[in-house]
């Protein structure tokens, strides 16, 4: 098929991607639909994700996006000679993982847990919802993006139902790049079954390397699916989907959806984004990812067993 021509060649994780139109896609939006959450329920449970274009204000994400540029700028994360809001990277900037400038700070806080994003979440379910306490907070530098993977093998020891909230904090264009979903993939359990049930923190006590890692607060296995998205794409069929996103969006997608990164091949500029997480309030939650002070992958994460 032809390429899209509306689309540049797009890269993940060092790979150009195949821009065939069977290969290639735009995410639906889902916003003309804000209201009617049957419909909503229908949409994702097709495609396995939602893609809610402006559904929040604008001015508050760039709100939350000032104090966390702010933030980030104090732990050297930021080029200070430039406004700090603009968010241009530090020299050799890379990944940065940075969770804890999301505590504390009300403007983050109320965005994801309070207000129109949490009552999206109660209405979608039909009930009351809790969300992890733990956020997660990345601002990407130049270079490759996310690797192909599953969220359940993080954070499946409670419910299988709960879904990740992907917002980010300010534009993103395709260069900056963004979050990227594997068409239909949440349907293909004839290939993710071997891979997806996994835990990244639980280990063989009986095996001495793995005993090792999980001591030392290290996985043996990873989580990650592939480091080659194209590969990934001819294995499960569909496409990759993505789109510029803008302050005021957000994708949300279950446990089983594969998915990835475009790559950010700008000069110095940052892309800021959080991943979050909504449950039902009556299913069991993880307990790597609750309380004031949650455990995540630390060695406290961590799960032995006999093999």
Not at 16 to 30: P, T
Not at 147 to 175: E, V
């Amino acid at each position: 098929m032809p390429a899209l021509t509306a689309l540049p060649q797009l890269h993940s994780y060092g790979h150009a991607l195949d821009m065939d139109d069977d290969k290639v896609g735009l995410l639906r939006d889902s916003s003309d639909a804000a209201d009617d959450f049957g419909e909503l329920r229908r949409r994702f449970a097709e495609d396995g994700h939602l893609y809610m274009k402006g559904y929040l204000d604008r001015a508050e994400v760039l709100a939350a996006r000032a104090s966390l540029t702010e933030r980030l700028a104090a732990e050297g994360v930021l080029d200070t000679s430039r406004p700090h809001f603009e968010g241009f990277a530090a020299p050799g900037g890379g990944y940065t993982f940075k969770p804890g400038i999301t505590n504390n700070n009300p403007a983050v806080q109320n965005l994801l847990y309070a207000g129109r994003l949490a009552e999206f979440y109660r209405q979608f379910f039909g009930e009351e919802v809790r969300h992890y306490d733990f956020t997660w907070l990345r601002a990407i530098g130049p270079g490759k993006g996310t690797n192909p993977h599953c969220d359940l093998p993080y954070m499946g020891r409670g419910t299988h139902r709960h879904m990740t909230c992907w917002l980010p904090y300010g534009d993103i264009s395709f260069q900056l790049g963004g979050l990227m979903v594997l068409e239909g993939s949440h349907r293909r359990m004839d290939l993710l079954e071997k891979y997806v049930y996994r835990d990244v923190d639980a280990f063989c006590e009986n095996k001495p390397n793995q005993a090792a890692n999980a001591k030392a607060g290290k996985w043996s296995f990873s989580g990650t699916l592939s480091h080659n998205p194209p590969m990934v794409r001819n294995k499960f069929g569909g496409r990759w989907l993505t789109t510029e996103y803008q302050a005021g969006d957000f994708l949300t997608f279950g446990m089983f959806l594969v998915h990835a990164s475009l790559d950010n091949r700008t000069e110095n500029r940052l892309r800021i984004s959080s991943d979050s997480r909504f449950q039902r309030a009556s299913e069991p939650i993880d307990e790597r990812w609750v309380g004031a002070n949650p455990p995540g992958h630390t060695t406290a994460g961590k799960r032995g067993r006999v093999c």
